[in-house]
Every structure is written in structure tokens, then in C-alpha cells.
């Protein structure tokens, strides 16, 4: 019921997050606010089913790498290896699931971005020019004044076949608009580089891992373990890049060729503004602190063991107890 409720939360603040990014079934009148035509418009733009598919999947994904993580703690302490080993197993299933349907999404989603936001897709890649054939910029140093990469290293033609699907595909480049209406690169090809490379590490280990099962030494070999352990935080660094890449790719626009940000500015006194910011920051901080201590207390404390009436229940390191605990 959590998971169905959050994901209930997640289509309305990806339809009015997703509307922002592909307005479509309302319109600006004369009195600065927005009317709406069709409400079926509004709530299901272009973008959204791309946008909510791929943000549950990056969320699947988040807490799929959680699980083997805390799991592979037990496994190097030598403790609750039954649960650990259950778990880890199965959370290494589902990567190997996951992770690929979200690349592929990832994929869809782009494809879409090219054909309503082209300014987002070229800051993505740092491309200032307009043309066919382009290559595929593993890295550089983008200078957003002068309007060029510096230290680029390209794959020729890459760049198409993976943004268009066709070898010589044209893409847009930041040229086409003028400077004012030019998102912040460096941001955003450094977001989106993060969020892919964090996601071809979580392909890789979820590969390793059914290679390690097929050989017998999933739950035995060391090194594979420590890196389950340092990747657990991944997929969420990987879905904060993803949200920049989103929010600052749609810049200068807070509504999207439609309302540009300042123009969306809070008549409010910035000294209001600034306390309320600062009061989010204390409480979200708090409560991150919370939750912190909350999952370490839980992993040092490791799992409850109980058994059904009648049998005789582990300990919490897989031994009989001499008084078993029935379940109530």
C-alpha cells in the first residue's frame, strides 16, 4: 500500500512536472495565469508517460541496489547469512531486470526530448552546431560564452545513432536559439554523464553477479561484495543528476517556450523567501539525519528472526534458541 501510494503521489507530480516541460491543453491569457482547455491535454502531454516510466524505474532500480548492499554487509560479518544470501539473490535478479528496462526507457525518453525540448537534448551533449552525423562526446570542458567544447573527445557518428536511431540523424544544436535562450551546459552534460555512468556500473555489477551465480560464488566473493556495498547509494546520486538534467535543461523557461523563469518570479520579499528556504533546509536536514540513524540502528541490529507455531525459531546468527519465540 506505501509503494501503490507513492506511486499515486508520483503521477500528479510528474503530470504537473512533465506539463511544465511540454505544455499542451492550456492557455496564458492576458491576466498571467494559465487556463486550461482540456484537462486529458494537460495531465497526459507528450513527455509524461516517458517521465513517469522512467522515474518509477529509476526508483525500482534506487532500492533494488539498496537491498543487496545492506545484504552484503551480513555476508562480510559473517552474519544472518540465510537472509543475507535470500535477499542479495533475489535483488540480483531484479537488477538484472531493472536496470536494462530503464536504460531502454532512458533511451525512449530521449527521443522524445529531441522532438520537444531539441535545446535541452544539444546541452546534453554540448552541441553548439546543427548537423548530421554527429559524434558522441564522451568528454569536454563546454564554455558556455564562447559557445564551444574545449578538450573533446568524440566517437564519429555515435552521436546520431544513439539520439536519432540513424547513423547520419540530424540534431539541433544551441545555435539555432540565441544566447539568452540557452540553458547552463556545463551542468547539464556533466549531470547527464553522471546519471549514464552511474547507470552502466549498475549494468555491469548486475552482469557480474550472474556470472559470479553461474560459477557458484555470488555470496563469496569479496571484492564483489565491498562493491555492492558502495554502490547501494548510487541510483539515488543517479536520479538527483537525472532531476537536474530535467530542471536545468529547461531553463530559461520555467514553463517551457511558453513562461520564462523570471518572468515566474515570487512577488514575495526575498527576506520571505529566504526563510522559508532555509526553515526546508533545517527540517529536511533533520528528518535525512533521522532516517540515517534510523537505517544504520537497523542494519547493526540486523533482522528479527520469528517462526511459525510449533517450529523451532534461528537466532540472529542462524543457531536454535534454547526457549523458542512463537509468533502471536
Not at 491535454?41 to 507528450?46: E, L, T
Request: proline residues 6%; hydrophobic residues 50%; glycine residues 8%.
Amino acid at each position: 500500500m506505501v509503494a501503490l501510494g507513492t506511486m499515486l503521489s508520483a503521477f500528479w507530480v510528474l503530470a504537473a512536472n512533465s506539463w511544465m516541460q511540454t505544455p499542451q491543453g492550456a492557455t496564458l491569457g492576458h491576466d498571467g495565469v494559465f487556463h486550461v482547455d482540456d484537462w486529458a491535454a494537460v495531465i497526459f502531454n507528450p513527455s509524461f508517460p516517458y517521465r513517469f516510466a522512467h522515474m518509477l524505474c529509476a526508483s525500482f532500480v534506487s532500492g533494488v541496489f539498496v537491498v543487496p548492499g545492506v545484504s552484503a554487509i551480513f555476508l562480510l560479518r559473517q552474519k544472518n547469512r540465510e537472509f543475507a544470501q535470500a535477499a542479495l539473490s533475489l535483488a540480483m535478479w531484479l537488477g538484472l531486470f531493472v536496470v536494462p528496462l530503464q536504460i531502454f526507457l532512458g533511451d525512449q525518453h530521449g527521443l522524445n526530448t529531441r522532438q520537444y525540448q531539441p535545446m535541452k537534448l544539444a546541452a546534453i551533449e554540448a552541441r553548439w552546431d546543427t548537423g548530421r552525423g554527429v559524434p558522441l562526446t564522451l568528454f569536454a570542458l563546454p564554455d558556455q560564452e564562447k559557445a564551444t567544447n574545449l578538450w573533446a573527445i568524440n566517437i564519429p557518428h555515435l552521436g546520431s545513432l544513439i539520439l536519432t536511431h540513424s547513423w547520419n540523424g540530424e540534431m539541433q544544436g544551441l545555435k539555432e536559439v540565441p544566447a539568452e535562450d540557452r540553458p547552463y551546459v556545463p551542468l547539464i552534460f556533466f549531470a547527464f554523464r553522471a546519471m549514464v555512468g552511474i547507470g552502466v556500473a549498475l549494468l555491469t555489477l548486475s552482469i557480474f553477479g550472474a556470472y559470479l551465480r553461474r560459477r557458484g560464488h555470488l555470496f563469496t566473493t569479496k571484492w564483489f561484495l565491498i562493491a555492492l556495498v558502495l554502490a547501494s547509494p548510487l541510483g539515488f546520486i543517479a536520479t538527483i543528476a537525472g532531476w537536474v538534467v530535467t530542471e536545468a535543461g529547461r531553463q530559461p523557461y520555467v514553463v517551457y517556450g511558453v513562461l520564462r523563469t523570471a518572468d515566474g518570479a515570487s512577488p514575495l520579499a526575498a527576506v520571505n523567501v529566504g526563510v522559508t528556504f532555509i526553515l526546508f533546509i533545517i527540517v529536511y536536514t533533520l528528518l535525512l539525519a533521522g532516517f540515517f540513524w534510523f537505517f544504520t540502528q537497523t542494519i547493526i541490529r540486523g533482522p528479527e528472526v520469528t517462526a511459525l507455531p510449533g517450529s523451532q525459531p534461528l537466532s540472529a546468527h542462524g543457531r536454535m534458541r534454547a526457549t523458542p519465540k512463537l509468533l502471536s
